[in-house]
């Protein structure tokens, strides 16, 4: 069964940036995709980003077109989410996921089997 841990979080002034990061355990995982997501106290679990196995293609939320970016290292089994121009609206955990089938990608929570612990990303104003 694969772990996944996040690290990165804090606490950032509206405007600044941070870099989450996911290490995940296994030798699968070049054939899964990997995602962000986040929840804030009292909402729901929302899709961040994605990015497909081989890393070629990437897909984001609207909230956070333009100012996140997911990547990840295959020969790291590391997925990164690097935010920039952080708004107080960010402010949620951030969870790390493994797509639940190998080569095939969504954006819905349930598209997604295995979960890390969660970060916290607070961004003050």
């Known amino acids: 069964q694969v772990q996944l841990v996040e690290s990165g979080g804090g606490l950032v002034q509206a405007g600044g940036s941070l870099r989450l990061s996911c290490a995940a355990s296994?030798?699968?995982?070049?054939?899964?995709?990997m995602g962000w997501f986040r929840q804030a106290p009292g909402k729901e679990r929302e899709f961040v980003a994605a990015i497909t196995w081989g890393g070629s293609s990437t897909y984001y939320a609207d909230s956070v077109k333009g100012r996140f970016t997911i990547s990840r290292d295959n020969a790291k089994n590391t997925v990164v989410l690097q935010m920039n121009r952080l708004k107080p609206e960010d402010t949620a955990v951030y969870y790390c996921a493994r797509g639940t089938k190998p080569y095939t990608l969504g954006t819905r929570p349930t598209d997604f089997a295995s979960w890390g612990q969660g970060t916290q990303v607070t961004v003050s104003s």
């Open positions: 296994g030798r699968t995982f070049n054939a899964y995709a």
